[in-house]
């Protein structure tokens, strides 16, 4: 018997990231919206915790117990008193290292498939408490939809999105870790003051209204100069898909994924193609938003 649960990869529309706090990490108004490129995590009864993956980028996956879906599933284990010998089989499609979650993603599809085969049902709240554990990111691969996260981005409120937005993502020839980003943008704010980070009221009226103009006129990512800093060659990405008519350009996260929002599925084709001949990026891909959280499939 095995149970497979699909999870989605992220962009972050709004990123304010405040002062590093006192435990190393930052405030964040964290304005996330889950967009369609998916890992699929199957867990299977097995002699002993194993993980192994499939995908592009597989071979930048560690298979030990740092991997977060196996973190998950020791995590769940100990809390529920159940075997966490398992088989966590991940058929990776989001990109390794690129901003787009895609760790927190195996981490919460982990906890939903060990939740689902292991019988327990465990109350949404015990679950993403769990996820908050985890990792700042993975209470949002569970629900997915769009989501405020306050906090360390781990603290959810649902978001209302009243209709489809197009996407393009350009992937990096290289990751970018995340804990150097927030490094750098410690290092890029030395000296100044950082403001409490706020979600943007006209950004939230954007998404709840479905209005790609007036979100490409809103989104933000207060981490994208320390990215930039890090890995100047993004900017030569940017300027490609803006070229090509992007109404929005920026860096997903701590990157280095770049994400172009557009206004249908046309000119997503034509934003992708111009991408993908501009030699900036390593691949090219296109998606919808908003998708689901993990699912059971
Ligand atoms: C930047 C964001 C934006 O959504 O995502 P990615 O672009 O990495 O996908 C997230 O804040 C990443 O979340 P996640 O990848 O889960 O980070 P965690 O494992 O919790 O933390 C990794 C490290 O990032 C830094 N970190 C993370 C979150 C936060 N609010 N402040 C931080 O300073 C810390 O150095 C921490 O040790
Ligand atoms: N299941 C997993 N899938 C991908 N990376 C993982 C996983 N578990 C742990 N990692 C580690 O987390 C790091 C960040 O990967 P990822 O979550 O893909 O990127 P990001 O945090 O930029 O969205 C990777 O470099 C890898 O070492």
Redesign the pocket.
Same mark, same amino acid.
């Given at each position: 018997m095995s149970v497979t649960v699909r999870v989605p990869a992220?962009v972050?529309v709004q990123?304010a990231v405040g002062a590093?706090r006192a435990d190393?990490?930052?405030d964040?108004a964290?304005v996330?919206l889950a967009v369609g490129l998916y890992d699929e995590i199957t867990v299977t009864p097995a002699d002993a915790l194993r993980v192994t993956c499939e995908g592009p980028d597989a071979a930048q996956v560690p298979l030990d117990r740092t991997n977060l879906a196996a973190r998950a599933a020791l995590a769940l284990a100990e809390r529920y008193d159940r075997d966490p010998r398992v088989h966590l089989h991940i058929a990776k499609d989001i990109p390794v290292a690129g901003?787009?979650?895609g760790g927190?993603a195996d981490g919460a599809g982990a906890l939903l498939a060990c939740d689902t085969l292991w019988g327990i049902g465990a109350p949404r709240g015990e679950l993403l408490d769990i996820c908050a554990e985890l $990792? &700042?990111?993975?209470p949002f691969s569970l629900v997915g939809g769009a989501a405020l996260g306050t906090g360390?981005?781990e603290k959810l409120t649902p978001l209302e999105v009243g209709g489809t937005f197009h996407w393009v993502f350009a992937m990096a020839e290289r990751g970018l870790s995340?804990?150097a980003v927030?490094r750098e943008f410690d290092r890029l704010a030395e000296g100044r003051d950082i403001p409490e980070p706020v979600a943007s009221e006209a950004l939230l009226d954007a998404l709840a209204a479905g209005d790609p103009d007036a979100l490409a006129a809103t989104v933000s990512n207060d981490?994208q100069p320390a990215a930039l800093s890090l890995f100047p060659e993004l900017a030569d990405t940017l300027a490609a898909g803006r070229g090509a008519g992007a109404l929005a350009a920026l860096v997903? $996260? &701590?990157?280095p994924t770049t994400a172009f929002l557009v206004r249908d599925p046309g000119s997503a084709e034509s934003v992708a193609e111009a991408l993908r001949v501009s030699g900036t990026c390593r691949t090219v891909r296109v998606a919808t938003a908003p998708a689901a959280g993990a699912t059971v499939l």
């Open positions: 992220k972050n990123l590093a190393g990490f930052h964040l964290n996330f901003g787009m979650a927190s $990792g &700042s990111d993975v360390r981005g995340t804990p927030f981490l997903s $996260g &701590s990157g």
